[in-house]
């Protein structure tokens, strides 16, 4: 026998007779990659930890202190971290990046150290006081950086194996021309990291700026896949990405 279409049957029934049934949030439980920080049980942790992810110069800053502004005047007490932001390494390895002088497996394990400290002393003291912490940036920047420099994914892997896993990920995607005139109306000028000039892809650096961001724009593609990022559009103002971004988020928030 041939079933009614849903479209027929669903104007015949009354709804108060056939109530759409409510979905039930499965209760988040938090956990590490890997094995995480010793000491650390991921499951008791409170707040919400918010991850904005984006090339250099995509707008993630802008995005974060917007997103600061209109939490707290929700009353929700939050809390910013980053890279190079660590109070114990970040003026060595300021240092180191000024002379070139690390290969790319100690500078990798420089920036996990940053990372690393900020997790420990500050992602999950935040996050027990019930806080929201905004995170510019998370391990996939470091991730893709490392890549692209030959570093093996499976040590990537293990060595963010202590990172926990966010409540949520949004990757601004911009377009290259985007990102160049971000860049220059911020800096007047390209950086010889974010140009990637150490991997001598180009002797022009906006040349390389472009190579080494197409790179990236490649590895964040295979991570977007693996770790389920959600993609904003980038390219649009800066008033409609925040209005998207406060939506995506919202939805977070009304998560257990
Ligand atoms: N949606 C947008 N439209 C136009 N300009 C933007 C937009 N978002 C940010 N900008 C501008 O682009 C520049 C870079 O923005 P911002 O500093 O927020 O980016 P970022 O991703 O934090 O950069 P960085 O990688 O240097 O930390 C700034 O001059 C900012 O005003
Ligand atoms: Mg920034």
Redesign the pocket.
């Known amino acids: 026998m041939k079933s009614a279409s849903p479209k027929k049957r669903s104007a015949a029934t009354p709804p108060a007779l056939a109530p759409a049934p409510i979905p039930v949030p499965k209760p988040a439980v938090r956990r590490f990659y890997g094995p995480g920080l010793p000491n650390v049980d991921a499951a008791r942790l409170g707040g919400k930890l918010i991850v904005v992810e ?12 917007r997103l600061r502004d209109w939490l707290e005047l929700q009353g929700h007490a939050t809390v910013q971290v ?1 890279l190079k932001r660590s109070t114990l390494v970040r003026e060595e390895l300021e240092k180191a990046q000024q002379g070139n002088i690390l290969s790319p497996t100690t500078l990798s394990l420089f920036y996990a150290t940053d990372f690393a400290d900020q997790l420990e002393n500050i992602i999950i003291p935040a996050l027990k006081a019930g806080c929201m912490v905004l995170a ?2 998370y391990i996939y920047t470091l991730m893709a950086r490392d890549l692209v420099r030959g570093i093996e994914e499976s040590w990537l892997k293990n060595l963010y194996g202590i990172a926990l896993i966010p409540d949520a990920v949004f990757y ?1 995607n ?1 377009s290259p021309a ?1 990102l160049v ?3 220059f ?3 007047r000028a390209l ?1 010889y990291w ?1 140009s990637g000039m150490d991997l001598r892809l180009s002797p022009d650096m906006f040349d390389c700026f472009l190579r080494y961001q197409k790179e990236m724009a490649k590895v964040f593609k295979r991570l977007q896949a693996s770790y389920g990022f959600n993609i904003v559009d ?5 008033d ?2 925040t209005e998207d971004l406060r939506e995506k988020i919202a939805a977070v928030l009304d998560r257990p």
Request: no cysteine; net charge neutral; aromatic share 0%.
């Open positions: 984006g090339a250099d110069g995509s707008g993630r800053s802008s995005q974060i202190a980053g510019d940036r601004l911009v985007q005139q971000r860049n109306a911020k800096n950086d974010e980038g390219d649009r103002s800066l409609s990405i």
